[in-house]
């Protein structure tokens, strides 16, 4: 164990690659926290979508969700890799590509949280709701969002969790993200083990510190379950 | 500039041959990975609901060692941290017979065997805790009431979450490619860099790979009815993710 190629390479790894101050246009938070709240909104809705009565709208956004549940997040960042530059006509920098992959993705299993979330709400709420007088769509909003959006937090939590894990992907495509400015460091130094387990445990630290923070809103929001 | 479709480079020149090769390597690091998954999580799964602490804590330690950190880490840790410490006559013999495979297996096995656990321990404490005590009381040891009682009927509850874990173990292969392990989206790299065809080439691995999930999803929903404890159909759907 060579501990002092971690410290050498503190700032860069930890600044550079998992905040994403620095030389590149990379790190890990600066590409997961816009794909969680992009890949939110676009969620919310796939997931209406999935729950719509028009057969128009229900059928696209299923097929929407089964297929990028179905194929590797791999495969995806390296469909937008190379089709962007295909349809916008140039090469964008592999932080936008690896955000819309990211968001693209993403929506789909946020998607499934949005409509678990909305499922989770008693149907006496609509009912209420539009006895009252609202519209399916302002009862959507005002009464059963704000009470789907309570329930979906610790599976919002968790999705976060795995999206984070899974921004390490970007790396292939040249993203300087923790995964690769570690790589990068590396290549100079040919400290694998020192290296490898140094990010491993940066991300164990953030990922088992939010799954505890998950657990613990779950038990809040739903004490008899737990 | 305008895109022109060739879809002939898939089954003229080598492009067919390399997806064949890429498909069985996928399959092959897949199944054996699944394997590897499935011992480990039934192990550690089994014992994070033993009545002996200590064995509870060494498999929550593994548990929540392995499944905090992204794969793509364990990935380069099992190909560039871990041969460097193995003697220099069993490194010699894995470089020699495709390091890349095993280490990209040893990675996928125990990143989802912390995966599965938690499948199987959710399973297993869906079962009420008098099936163990009347169990027991029959005079079974512990270890044969897990064996006999408690893990026959914990697998047959978990199947939906259990497929679902394997969906991810197969699609989760591709990131071997990471470290050179020719399997399906490597090979459909492979083409692109070959025939500059990306979407062609994009398109047939990912419909490779949706046969594939969608296959494994038709074949588990048949073994799913086919084992369903008589009763409780529709009750196997525990502990999602």
Not at chain 1, 84 to 91: A, F, M
Not at chain 1, 160 to 186: E, R
Request: proline share 5%; with cysteine; net charge positive.
């Amino acid at each position: 164990m060579e501990l002092r190629v971690i410290a050498d390479n503190f700032a860069f790894l930890i600044l550079q690659g998992f905040f994403g101050f620095g030389a590149f246009a990379g790190g890990t938070l600066r590409l997961a926290v816009p794909a969680i709240v992009f890949g939110l909104l676009l969620g919310i809705f796939i997931g209406l979508g999935r729950l719509a009565r028009s057969r128009w709208i229900r059928v696209p956004t299923t097929i929407y969700v089964e297929f990028f549940r179905g194929v590797p997040l791999v495969m995806v960042i390296f469909w937008f890799w190379f089709i962007i530059p295909v349809l916008v006509g140039k090469s964008l920098p592999e932080y936008s590509v690896a955000l819309t992959a990211f968001v693209v993705f993403e929506a789909a299993y946020l998607g499934e949280i949005v409509r678990a979330g909305i499922q989770s709400v008693p149907r006496g709420q609509v009912e209420a709701a539009t006895a009252t007088g609202l519209t399916r769509a302002q009862a959507m909003r005002h009464v059963i969002l704000p009470q789907a959006f309570r329930n979906m937090i610790p599976a919002l939590v968790t999705q976060f969790i795995v999206l984070l894990k899974d921004t390490s992907l970007a790396s292939i495509i040249g993203y300087v993200d923790l995964t690769k400015a570690a790589q990068i460091v590396n290549n100079r130094e040919i400290r694998p083990f020192e290296l490898y387990l140094f990010i491993a445990a940066v991300y164990w630290a953030c990922s088992y510190g939010m799954s505890r923070y998950a657990h613990a809103l779950e038990r809040r929001l739903n004490p008899q379950a737990a | 500039m305008p895109y022109k479709f060739d879809w002939t480079v898939l089954w003229t020149g080598q492009a067919g041959g390399w997806l064949l090769d890429g498909l069985i390597t996928t399959i092959e690091i897949s199944f054996l990975a699944w394997w590897l998954a499935v011992v480990l999580g039934i192990g550690s799964g089994a014992l994070r609901t033993a009545p002996v602490a200590p064995l509870r804590w060494a498999a929550a330690s593994y548990v929540e060692f392995f499944r905090n950190v992204p794969l793509l880490v364990w990935m380069f840790f099992w190909y560039f941290a871990v041969p460097p410490l193995l003697p220099d006559a069993v490194r010699e013999w894995l470089f020699d017979h495709g390091a890349e495979f095993w280490a990209a297996l040893c990675a996928l096995g125990v990143y989802h065997g912390a995966r599965f656990s938690e499948v199987i321990r959710a399973g297993i404490q869906a079962i009420p805790k008098t099936q163990f005590e009347a169990a027991v009381s029959t005079g079974l040891t512990v270890t044969q009431a897990y064996r006999l009682i408690i893990l026959p009927i914990a697998l047959r509850l978990i199947i939906p979450p259990a497929t679902n874990e394997s969906l991810n173990l197969l699609k989760n292969s591709s990131v071997a490619l990471t470290i050179g392990v020719a399997e399906l989206t490597f090979q459909t790299r492979q083409i692109e860099t070959y025939t500059a065809k990306a979407f062609e080439a994009l398109a047939a691995g990912t419909v490779i790979y949706l046969l594939l999930c969608l296959t494994i999803a038709t074949l588990m929903t048949w073994v799913e009815r086919r084992f369903a404890i008589p009763g409780m159909i529709g009750q196997g759907a525990v502990g999602e993710n």
